[in-house]
């Protein structure tokens, strides 16, 4: 079992970056696809963008301002977010899933069985 930790919300302008930081322990994360998700209270988790060995994915309303990576070696999964928008405003989770073949991130929160506690973002206008 992969315990997951997220860092590196906060509160930011419009405009400006962020990046967050899920730090695992336990076992390698290179084995699982990863993936940031995001909520607010009340609403469904919203995918964001995951990774599957050279394999990334972003949801549209990310796309060209946002970047997922993994360092396998110290156990971190990196979400860049540029051009945050007050929208961006939620708690951002990272989770982790058991790969399947064909390869493919899984854009579906019910399909990761691992999450962390997850971080406050927050973009003022």
């Known amino acids: 079992q992969v315990h997951l930790v997220e860092s590196g919300g906060g509160l930011v302008q419009a405009g400006g970056s962020l990046r967050l930081v899920c730090t695992a322990s336990g076992s390698s994360l290179s084995a699982y696809v990863m993936a940031w998700f995001r909520q607010v209270p009340g609403k469904e988790r919203e995918f964001v963008g995951g990774i599957w060995g050279e394999i990334t994915d972003y949801a549209d309303f990310v796309k060209g301002r946002c970047s997922v990576s993994l360092d396998s070696a110290r156990k971190t999964l990196f979400l860049q977010l540029d051009s945050l928008k007050p929208e961006d405003t939620d708690v951002y989770y990272c989770?982790?899933?058991?790969?399947?073949?064909?390869?493919?991130?899984?854009?579906?929160?019910?399909?990761?069985?691992?999450w962390g506690q997850g971080t406050q973002v927050t973009v003022s206008s």
């Open positions: 989770a982790t899933a058991n790969p399947s073949y064909p390869p493919t991130v899984y854009r579906v929160a019910s399909r990761y069985n691992n």
